[in-house]
């Protein structure tokens, strides 16, 4: 039970005093920013880099943080989409579907509770899962040399377009664009100046920082002004506040089942919390059949897509701490957090630093008991803060992020950047582009060239090298399989659209 | 449909651009058979040929519900944002941090639909009170630029 020792580390390493204020102002910051419109967990995360780095925090520390404010956020979200209607972002669009109506008829309080106590279900069952399957998965992953990585990380960026739906072109052509983008700056292995026109500036790459921040905050800033309301009139939370026990074990099945089902979608990369937060609700809205009042305010339509992304965003983690690929935006922001440490996320972490992984593992846990109880107490200030008008918000957010890409190189070059990203990103947004997969593919970029250099260096030369062994050769089939998923999906389409036009 | 078109186009020449200055990197001593130049040669290929596809077939763009269509206006509005933002990095070291937050601040507030004396208070607060925050609290160094005198 070397896990459980390991385990009991983790709690100690969370439990220090220290580390709990650092959670609980993790868990509040994020809550806030996850509350605002045009501030999401990617944006929240990325925003507290560079100023965890300057606090000088010690890097179990600055991941706890993190961790915090990413479930702050997630939980930020959750608010909105109860009490206004308004989806933070794309995950808790689900939840609206029932949270709203439930907030309606007076139950806001019940309602956001409930949200809270299934989320803390799903991101449980996820981290006993994580428990039992990282470590595992991290011996396994250190037999992987670099041709398997190689193939892995086409694997991880295939299932991103696979996973993505209904425009993997485009998924693609985002992620090529990221992949390209890491290409950018001094060569590591021949000195080579790449793509840097000249600049000094972007001799050591595009910095992570600002490539999130223009793309995800300056493009939404640039698309608050096309819709000119001043703040919302939230639902008012009265009432009871706690759910009851009688609710709580009628969803508890859904929690069950959608927890293991979002922790699977969690691990696969690409799927992610939206995909995740779909299938759970659509899942349960079937089982229930006709005794639901799915979309009028039905406790389970709320629970099973909270539980599926509380369990979705631990189950992320899986895959970014055993093999260093991540699988969702925000786990793509973790991963530059860490570069930042110096620390390489891989099968190696869970040997050399335990402390960290654990430590992690642990907070996750601390944080979302955290999240439940202040609940009870500030959701009527957290509402308050619904009612802030865009004017004042946004010059605010602008300054805040313009503070963030600064703390990172102090040159103003990076603004200008940042604002070049920015309007490209606002492009790419209205022509319908997703933009995480931007990310992914800058994160994954520099990997997978280095590993394709190195498997080539190995063999000579030789291409074959990169479907010789076993693994290699199951993660080619594999991703064929994720290729083709979309064409049949189209394919399918279509063929019902025939069958319209025939009957019709 | 016809903006995606040029936009895939305009990508479409950016990458033969790039394509073009990555052509002659090469290593000047190389101890792999890779080089420098076979990734991003990759990226920008497939790239391309993605965006070919784009040009022929565009995809639908499905537009949300509660988004409004692109006016003139909102168009001036953006290019007004930008215009702004850029003018914010140009002023952030010379005028230093307070002076061009509250310089930009103060325009985009009136952009979003503040009052004039409203937006004044909120964005000079929150410049001196951000600055306090991260400068002073936080370690964050910014630039104190035209203010620097009042220092010490």
Same mark, same amino acid.
């Given at each position: 039970?070397?896990?459980?020792?390991?385990?009991?580390?983790?709690?100690?390493?969370?439990?220090?005093?220290?580390?709990?204020?650092?959670?609980?102002?993790?868990?509040?910051?994020?809550?806030?920013?996850?509350?605002?419109?045009?501030?999401?967990?990617?944006?929240?995360?990325?925003?507290?880099?560079?100023?965890?780095?300057?606090?000088?925090?010690?890097?179990?520390?600055?991941?706890?943080?993190?961790?915090?404010?990413?479930?702050?956020?997630?939980?930020?979200?959750?608010?909105?989409?109860?009490?206004?209607?308004?989806?933070?972002?794309?995950?808790?669009?689900?939840?609206?579907?029932?949270?709203?109506?439930?907030?309606?008829?007076?139950?806001?309080?019940?309602?956001?509770?409930?949200?809270?106590?299934?989320?803390?279900?799903?991101?449980?069952?996820?981290?006993?899962?994580?428990?039992?399957?990282?470590?595992?998965?991290?011996?396994?992953?250190?037999?992987?040399?670099?041709?398997?990585?190689?193939?892995?990380?086409?694997?991880?960026?295939?299932?991103?377009?696979?996973?993505?739906?209904?425009?993997?072109?485009?998924?693609?052509?985002?992620?090529?664009?990221?992949?390209?983008?890491?290409?950018?700056?001094?060569?590591?292995?021949?000195?080579?100046?790449?793509?840097?026109?000249?600049?000094?500036?972007?001799?050591?790459?595009?910095?992570?920082?600002?490539?999130?921040?223009?793309?995800?905050?300056?493009?939404?800033?640039?698309?608050?002004?096309?819709?000119?309301?001043?703040?919302?009139?939230?639902?008012?939370?009265?009432?009871?506040?706690?759910?009851?026990?009688?609710?709580?074990?009628?969803?508890?099945?859904?929690?069950?089942?959608?927890?293991?089902?979002?922790?699977?979608?969690?691990?696969?990369?690409?799927?992610?919390?939206?995909?995740?937060?779909?299938?759970?609700?659509?899942?349960?809205?079937?089982?229930?059949?006709?005794?639901?009042?799915?979309?009028?305010?039905?406790?389970?339509?709320?629970?099973?897509?909270?539980?599926?992304?509380?369990?979705?965003?631990?189950?992320?983690?899986?895959?970014?701490?055993?093999?260093?690929?991540?699988?969702?935006?925000?786990?793509?922001?973790?991963?530059?957090?860490?570069?930042?440490?110096?620390?390489?996320?891989?099968?190696?972490?869970?040997?050399?630093?335990?402390?960290?992984?654990?430590?992690?593992?642990?907070?996750?846990?601390?944080?979302?008991?955290?999240?439940?109880?202040?609940?009870?107490?500030?959701?009527?200030?957290?509402?308050?803060?619904?009612?802030?008008?865009?004017?004042?918000?946004?010059?605010?957010?602008?300054?805040?992020?313009?503070?963030?890409?600064?703390?990172?190189?102090?040159?103003?070059?990076?603004?200008?950047?940042?604002?070049?990203?920015?309007?490209?990103?606002?492009?790419?947004?209205?022509?319908?582009?997703?933009?995480?997969?931007?990310?992914?593919?800058?994160?994954?970029?520099?990997?997978?060239?280095?590993?394709?250099?190195?498997?080539?260096?190995?063999?000579?030369?030789?291409?074959?090298?990169?479907?010789?062994?076993?693994?290699?050769?199951?993660?080619?089939?594999?991703?064929?399989?994720?290729?083709?998923?979309?064409?049949?999906?189209?394919?399918?389409?279509?063929?019902?659209?025939?069958?319209?036009?025939?009957?019709? | 449909?016809?903006?995606?078109?040029?936009?895939?186009?305009?990508?479409?020449?950016?990458?033969?651009?790039?394509?073009?200055?990555?052509?002659?990197?090469? $290593?000047?001593?190389?101890?792999?058979?890779?080089?420098?130049?076979?990734?991003?040669?990759?990226?920008?290929?497939?790239?391309?040929?993605?965006?070919?596809?784009?040009?022929?077939?565009?995809?639908?763009?499905?537009?949300?519900?509660?988004?409004?269509?692109?006016?003139?206006?909102?168009?001036?509005?953006? $290019?007004?944002?930008?215009?702004?933002?850029?003018?914010?990095?140009?002023?952030?070291?010379?005028?230093?941090?307070?002076?061009?937050?509250?310089?930009?601040?103060?325009?985009?507030?009136?952009?979003?639909?503040?009052?004039?004396?409203?937006?004044?208070?909120?964005?000079?607060?929150?410049?001196?009170?951000?600055?306090?925050?991260?400068?002073?609290?936080?370690?964050?160094?910014?630039?104190?630029?035209?203010?620097?005198?009042?220092?010490?």
């Amino acid at each position: 039970m070397d896990t459980m020792s390991y385990l009991g580390q983790g709690f100690g390493v969370a439990l220090s005093p220290y580390n709990l204020v650092t959670a609980l102002c993790g868990t509040l910051i994020g809550t806030v920013v996850g509350l605002l419109p045009g501030l999401g967990p990617i944006n929240g995360v990325a925003l507290l880099i560079p100023i965890a780095f300057a606090l000088g925090l010690p890097p179990e520390s600055a991941l706890i943080l993190l961790a915090a404010v990413y479930l702050g956020c997630e939980y930020g979200g959750r608010i909105s989409s109860i009490l206004l209607n308004i989806p933070g972002e794309a995950s808790t669009v689900m939840t609206t579907l029932d949270g709203y109506p439930m907030a309606r008829q007076g139950l806001a309080g019940v309602a956001l509770s409930l949200s809270a106590w299934s989320s803390f279900i799903g991101a449980f069952i996820a981290t006993c899962g994580m428990v039992l399957f990282a470590p595992l998965l991290a011996k396994w992953a250190i037999a992987f040399g670099p041709a398997e990585y190689f193939v892995l990380m086409v694997f991880a960026i295939v299932c991103l377009g696979g996973m993505a739906g209904d425009k993997p072109l485009k998924t693609f052509i985002a992620a090529l664009i990221g992949l390209f983008l890491s290409a950018v700056g001094i060569d590591a292995n021949s000195g080579v100046y790449r793509f840097t026109g000249d600049s000094v500036h972007l001799a050591d790459g595009i910095q992570f920082v600002v490539l999130v921040l223009g793309l995800f905050s300056i493009s939404e800033i640039l698309l608050l002004l096309e819709k000119t309301h001043h703040g919302h009139q939230a639902v008012k939370a009265t009432g009871r506040m706690l759910f009851n026990l009688k609710e709580a074990a009628s969803v508890f099945t859904v929690n069950i089942r959608c927890g293991l089902l979002g922790f699977i979608m969690g691990v696969l990369p690409g799927a992610g919390a939206t995909l995740a937060s779909a299938v759970a609700y659509m899942t349960e809205k079937r089982i229930a059949g006709a005794s639901g009042k799915f979309g009028k305010g039905d406790a389970r339509g709320l629970a099973a897509p909270e539980t599926a992304i509380g369990a979705s965003c631990c189950g992320a983690l899986v895959p970014m701490l055993t093999l260093g690929v991540p699988g969702s935006g925000t786990t793509a922001v973790m991963i530059g957090a860490l570069t930042l440490y110096n620390i390489t996320p891989g099968p190696l972490l869970f040997e050399q630093q335990p402390d960290i992984v654990w430590g992690l593992i642990a907070s996750l846990f601390i944080a979302n008991i955290m999240l439940v109880i202040l609940n009870i107490p500030m959701i009527r200030i957290f509402t308050r803060i619904l009612a802030v008008p865009n004017w004042a918000l946004v010059p605010v957010i602008a300054i805040i992020t313009a503070i963030g890409v600064y703390a990172v190189h102090a040159t103003t070059f990076d603004l200008f950047l940042m604002v070049g990203i920015g309007i490209m990103g606002y492009i790419l947004r209205k022509l319908d582009f997703p933009l995480s997969p931007i990310l992914l593919g800058f994160i994954l970029g520099g990997l997978m060239e280095q590993n394709l250099r190195r498997a080539l260096s190995i063999s000579n030369g030789e291409l074959g090298i990169l479907w010789s062994s076993p693994i290699s050769l199951s993660v080619w089939v594999l991703t064929a399989c994720m290729l083709t998923l979309p064409l049949l999906r189209i394919w399918r389409r279509r063929a019902l659209q025939r069958r319209a036009m025939a009957d019709a | 449909m016809i903006l995606q078109r040029i936009f895939a186009l305009v990508l479409l020449a950016v990458c033969i651009a790039l394509a073009v200055m990555a052509w002659p990197y090469q $290593a000047a001593f190389s101890y792999e058979p890779v080089g420098p130049r076979a990734y991003p040669l990759l990226m920008l290929g497939l790239m391309g040929l993605g965006l070919l596809y784009l040009v022929f077939r565009p995809t639908p763009i499905v537009h949300k519900d509660d988004e409004p269509a692109l006016d003139r206006p909102t168009l001036i509005k953006i $290019a007004a944002c930008v215009g702004l933002l850029i003018v914010f990095a140009a002023t952030f070291e010379s005028l230093g941090f307070i002076v061009s937050a509250i310089l930009i601040g103060l325009p985009m507030a009136r952009l979003y639909g503040g009052r004039w004396l409203h937006s004044a208070i909120v964005v000079v607060a929150m410049s001196i009170f951000l600055y306090w925050l991260f400068d002073r609290v936080m370690d964050v160094p910014l630039p104190l630029g035209l203010l620097s005198v009042l220092e010490n």
